[in-house]
């Protein structure tokens, strides 16, 4: 079955750093979706990606529909400790909500 | 607007019992999808419903099952529970399961088997 892989599996940053984190597949995707995660909770979207190339900004967040549709990358920008939680990228092939989720990042933020 | 409900939030079985969980999604959407979270294998698809019927189902036994009503709340049910099940269950509804509309997701179910 389809496979994404997503890195790093963990990452511990200062404040007001800049994070970037990958996830790749060896499938092409029709759409590409960043969620975070925090604890206790349901995973909430970030953002959407749709065409290959695209990049599409939410405030600090930043993320790119890679060219060859199999990959893509999710930046943020001046880390806060809000920002603390488990971030997903997921990919859909097509069809009816075939989504394959990686396994995250687990994000975490020192003040 | 209302987010996805779940219920309950938690949830303590023994082996052998079975379990049903219930899931309410956003009014106007009716995909409802269900997904199984466990630290070591991430978030596995289980099934989509869409108008009562079940289109996609992922790679679990058959002891999972579901269903969805005609007001487009949904309902899963593992039966023989195993220890391996417990987990957090998620529920997440769409419009109509588009591959262009993102899922929204409920807070989950977490279930432990003891």
């Known amino acids: 079955g389809q496979q994404l892989n997503q890195s790093p599996q963990s990452m511990f940053i200062q404040e007001g750093e800049d994070v970037s984190m990958n996830c790749t597949s060896s499938?092409?995707?029709?759409?590409w979706l960043w969620y975070k995660q925090d604890p206790g909770e349901g995973p909430v979207l970030l953002i959407a990606?749709?065409?290959?190339?695209e990049l599409t900004s939410n405030g600090r967040l930043t993320a790119q529909f890679g060219i060859t549709r199999k990959d893509s990358f999710l930046n943020i920008s001046a880390s806060i400790p809000s920002d603390v939680g488990i971030y997903f990228c997921?990919?859909?092939?097509?069809?009816?909500?075939?989504?394959?989720f990686g396994t995250g990042t687990k994000l975490q933020v020192i003040p | 607007k209302a987010g996805v409900t779940q219920t309950p939030r938690y949830l303590i079985k023994t082996r052998g019992q079975q379990v049903t969980l219930s899931c309410s999604p956003i009014?106007?959407?009716?995909?409802v999808s269900w997904y199984q979270q466990t630290p070591g294998q991430g978030l596995q698809f289980l099934f989509e419903?869409?108008?009562?019927?079940?289109?996609n189902k992922g790679n679990f036994p058959g002891r999972f099952s579901g269903r969805q009503f005609s007001n487009s709340r949904s309902e899963m049910n593992v039966s023989t529970l195993e220890l391996g099940d417990s987990a957090l269950y998620l529920c997440?509804?769409?419009?109509?399961?588009?591959?262009?509309?993102?899922?929204?997701f409920g807070d989950g179910t977490r279930l432990s088997i003891l």
């Open positions: 997440a509804s769409s419009p109509w399961g588009g591959s262009n509309q993102p899922q929204h």
């Open positions: 499938s092409i995707f029709n759409t």
């Open positions: 990606l749709y065409k290959a190339g």
């Open positions: 997921a990919g859909d092939t097509g069809g009816y909500q075939k989504v394959t």
């Open positions: 009014s106007g959407h009716r995909s």
């Open positions: 419903y869409f108008s009562e019927t079940q289109r």
